[in-house]
């Protein structure tokens, strides 16, 4: 099933998250959205070396390498990305 991307991600089952976030790897070629470096291999030192508050996140939320980036202000998904550029992405760049 393809979706009409993007979706609104709080009005989305946790299944078809699972489904939207394939969706969006197939779509970006397998390349994360933020990075643009493949998903399967880990991201970048650039990403890598950003101290994170890990305090901040889930105690899992690493346990998943590929996550689903949305907006948090507009509630749109925007792509998938690796675990750890979506820890940058939060931390960093959220308003």
Known sequence: MDFDLPVKYSKTSAA???LVREQYVKEQNGLCYWC???LRSPPPT???DKKIVWSFFPPNFLKHPIHLQHNHGTDLTEGAVHAYCNAVLWQYFSR
């Open 16 to 18: 078809n998250r699972k």
């Open 36 to 38: 643009e470096m493949p």
């Open 46 to 48: 650039c990403i890598t």
